[in-house]
T-cell receptor, first 115, second 114 residues
Framework: NAGVMQNPRHLVRRRGQEARLRCSPM?????VYWYRQLPEEGLKFMVY????????ESGMPKERFSAEFPKEGPSILRIQQVVRGDSAAYFC?????????????FGPGTRLTVT | QKEVEQNSGPLSVPEGAIASLNCTYS??????FFWYRQYSGKSPELIMF????GDKEDGRFTAQLNKASQYVSLLIRDSQPSDSATYLC??????????????FGAGTRLAVHP
C-alpha cells in the first residue's frame, strides 16, 4: 500500500527555467494538498485541489505558480521562470473523498534548488 | 502575530529526561491540533493529534490541549537521542468547507544528548 509519491526528489534549475513537480496521491485518494517549506521554516500551505478542480489556492504566489490535478495522472505544481527564492522543499499530501481523517500524511517531498 | 507560534529552540535535554514542547495559536476557531516530527532532510511524520481539551497519551508521548488559553503542548518521556528532530505544531479549523487545511508553526528543534 504505497504512500504519497513525489518526483523528482531533487530538482536543480537555473534562474528563468521552469520547474514541474509531480505528486501521485495514495490509491483511492482524490484530494491533494501542496505545501512549501523554506529553509529553517515551517510548512506553508499553498493549494488544495480535487480532481480537475482547484478548491483553495490562497497560499499560492500570484505570479509564476500554478497547480493542476487532472482526471488522469498526478497532480502537478508548476513554477515558471524560477528565481533563487523559490529554492525550498515542496511537500504533497493526499486524502480520500468525504474523509473524516483530519491528519495529513506527507510524501517525501521535492527539494528544488535554483542556481 | 503569527497564527501558530513555537519557540525555535534548540531545546536541549539529557537522555531519559522529559522534553516539553509548547505551541500557541491565534485562531479561536481551531478544532484540530497536530504534532509532527521532522528529521533533517526528511518529510514531516505525524506523531499525535488531539481534538478535545485535556491530555492524550500514546506511548512515551502526551499531548495536552487548553483551548481557553489557546495552548497545546507535547511531552516526550524518557527522551532518547533518536528523538532529536524538529517538532512541528499544526492547527486546523477541522473539516470546514469539506477539507482540512493545516497551519504550521515554524517548529522547535529538540536535541537529546547522551
Amino acid at each position: 500500500n504505497a504512500g504519497v509519491m513525489q518526483n523528482p526528489r531533487h530538482l536543480v534549475r537555473r534562474r528563468g527555467q521552469e520547474a514541474r513537480l509531480r505528486c501521485s496521491p495514495m490509491k483511492g485518494h482524490s484530494h491533494v494538498y501542496w505545501y512549501r517549506q523554506l529553509p529553517e521554516e515551517g510548512l506553508k500551505f499553498m493549494v488544495y485541489l480535487q480532481k480537475e478542480n482547484i478548491i483553495d489556492e490562497s497560499g499560492m504566489p500570484k505570479e509564476r505558480f500554478s497547480a493542476e490535478f487532472p482526471k488522469e495522472g498526478p497532480s502537478i505544481l508548476r513554477i515558471q521562470q524560477v528565481v533563487r527564492g523559490d529554492s525550498a522543499a515542496y511537500f504533497c499530501a493526499s486524502s480520500p473523498p468525504g474523509s473524516l481523517e483530519r491528519a495529513l500524511n506527507f510524501g517525501p517531498g521535492t527539494r528544488l534548488t535554483v542556481t | 502575530q503569527k497564527e501558530v507560534e513555537q519557540n525555535s529552540g534548540p531545546l536541549s535535554v539529557p537522555e531519559g529526561a522529559i522534553a516539553s514542547l509548547n505551541c500557541t495559536y491565534s485562531d479561536r476557531g481551531s478544532q484540530s491540533f497536530f504534532w509532527y516530527r521532522q528529521y533533517s532532510g526528511k518529510s514531516p511524520e505525524l506523531i499525535m493529534f488531539i481534538y478535545s481539551n485535556g491530555d492524550k497519551e500514546d506511548g512515551r508521548f502526551t499531548a495536552q490541549l487548553n483551548k481557553a488559553s489557546q495552548y497545546v503542548s507535547l511531552l516526550i518521556r524518557d527522551s532518547q537521542p533518536s528523538d532529536s528532530a524538529t517538532y512541528l505544531c499544526a492547527v486546523s479549523r477541522g473539516l470546514s468547507g469539506g477539507y482540512n487545511k493545516l497551519i504550521f508553526g515554524a517548529g522547535t528543534r529538540l536535541a537529546v544528548h547522551p
